[in-house]
């Protein structure tokens, strides 16, 4: 690209930009609202009877959280790798 920004490839437009980061928070938030939805039934008790977690629960919504985001990348990694061999999304 020249010095002005004339000639040369042609980068994305505000349009497009936009699109994009609406796009990254709706997957942002949707992961959020899985991950809370998952860990919330899987650690804490439908009745609850204190207002802070216990022990078991911030032990137990840890060891989630740090779960749920390693299977994400995990997931994300395979599906890279299968479309870069020409075997997802090609």
């Given at each position: 690209?020249?010095?002005?920004?004339?000639?040369?490839?042609?980068?994305?437009?505000?349009?497009?930009?936009?699109?994009?980061?609406?796009?990254?928070?709706?997957?942002?938030?949707?992961?959020?609202?899985?991950?809370?939805?998952?860990?919330?039934?899987?650690?804490?008790?439908?009745?609850?009877k204190e207002?802070?977690?216990?022990?078991?629960?911030?032990?137990?919504?840890?060891?989630?959280?740090?779960?749920?985001?390693?299977?994400?990348?995990?997931?994300?990694?395979?599906?890279?790798?299968?479309?870069?061999?020409?075997?997802?999304?090609?």
């Open positions: 690209m020249s010095f002005l920004g004339f000639g040369g490839a042609a980068g994305p437009t505000s349009a497009q930009k936009l699109a994009a980061a609406e796009q990254e928070l709706e997957m942002v938030t949707d992961m959020f609202n899985r991950l809370t939805s998952s860990c919330q039934k899987k650690c804490i008790p439908a009745e609850y207002g802070e977690l216990n022990k078991g629960e911030s032990v137990c919504l840890d060891r989630c959280v740090g779960k749920f985001f390693e299977v994400n990348i995990k997931v994300s990694e395979q599906m890279q790798n299968a479309k870069a061999a020409g075997g997802f999304g090609a």
